[in-house]
Every structure is written in structure tokens, then in C-alpha cells.
């Protein structure tokens, strides 16, 4: 294997990885309460959100670079953050901390709360903030 990051890059306590359609490497570093993105080459964080987050655990990011991350383990909830902003809005309540975030194809994102023994669903379609468990 190669090594492409290393905690020098994203800190000492990263929780979630994912890779979107263009290469960026979005990684969950707890130690700093942050998402960082890292576009395809860049061993520099060229995106560093963290407005609102607390102990996040995971993140996932759509085709056009809009940021979901969880927000669970202590203010329950979803964070979203559009394009090009550094500023968060919360999506969705969840029952606690999601270790892993879904999309599907009809634009629903999934929580996996697994210390509540539940995956919470939302339609991104809907203004509210309600999930359904």
C-alpha cells in the first residue's frame, strides 16, 4: 500500500474518509473538530470546514462538492455546507453520532447510529430538519 496521508496532514484522530468523483479526499479529524478536503495532488488542505462541528465522525460529499458531515455524538445532528462556503446549516436530527453517511439515488441521505441501533433517513428535498427513524 501507499501511504498518502499521514497524521502530520490530518491529525491524530481522523474517523472518516471519503474520495468524490473528482478525486478530493475529504477526512474527519476529531482532534480538530473539522472536515478537510484535499483536492487530487494536494498534500495541503484546500477545503477546512468546521463551523458547527463537535466530535464529528463521518462525511460524504456530492457531485457538485456540497459536504454533508455528522454532527451526532453531542449536538445531533447533520451538517451541510454548499460549494465554495465555509459557513454549515443543519440538515437533519439524529438520535446520536453517525459513523457512516449514505446518499441514494432519489437524493435521501442515511445515518448509521449504530449505538442507538437505528439508520435515520431524510429526503434533502425537505426545508425541515426531521428525520425519519
Given at each position: 500500500?501507499i501511504t498518502v496521508?499521514?497524521?502530520s496532514?490530518?491529525?491524530?484522530?481522523?474517523?472518516?474518509?471519503?474520495v468524490?468523483?473528482?478525486?478530493t479526499v475529504?477526512i474527519?479529524?476529531?482532534?480538530?473538530?473539522?472536515?478537510?478536503?484535499?483536492?487530487?495532488?494536494?498534500?495541503?488542505?484546500?477545503?477546512n470546514?468546521?463551523?458547527?462541528?463537535?466530535?464529528?465522525s463521518?462525511?460524504?460529499?456530492?457531485n457538485?462538492?456540497?459536504?454533508?458531515?455528522?454532527?451526532?455524538?453531542?449536538?445531533?445532528?447533520?451538517h451541510?455546507?454548499?460549494?465554495?462556503?465555509?459557513?454549515?446549516?443543519?440538515?437533519?436530527?439524529v438520535p446520536?453520532?453517525?459513523?457512516?453517511l449514505?446518499?441514494?439515488t432519489?437524493?435521501h441521505?442515511?445515518?448509521s447510529a449504530a449505538l442507538a441501533?437505528?439508520?435515520?433517513?431524510?429526503w434533502?428535498?425537505?426545508?425541515?430538519?426531521s428525520?425519519?427513524?
Open positions: 500500500a496521508f499521514n497524521s496532514m490530518t491529525g491524530t484522530n481522523t474517523t472518516g474518509v471519503f468524490d468523483r473528482n478525486n475529504f474527519v479529524d476529531k482532534t480538530s473538530d473539522s472536515v478537510r478536503g484535499f483536492f487530487e495532488g494536494s498534500l495541503t488542505s484546500n477545503r470546514l468546521t463551523d458547527g462541528l463537535a466530535n464529528p463521518s462525511v460524504i460529499a456530492t457538485d462538492g456540497t459536504v454533508y458531515a455528522d454532527n451526532g455524538a453531542i449536538n445531533w445532528r447533520i451541510v455546507w454548499l460549494p465554495n462556503s465555509s459557513n454549515s446549516r443543519m440538515v437533519m436530527t446520536e453520532a453517525c459513523y457512516s449514505f446518499i441514494d432519489n437524493n441521505i442515511y445515518c441501533h437505528q439508520i435515520v433517513k431524510k434533502l428535498g425537505d426545508n425541515s430538519n428525520s425519519i427513524r
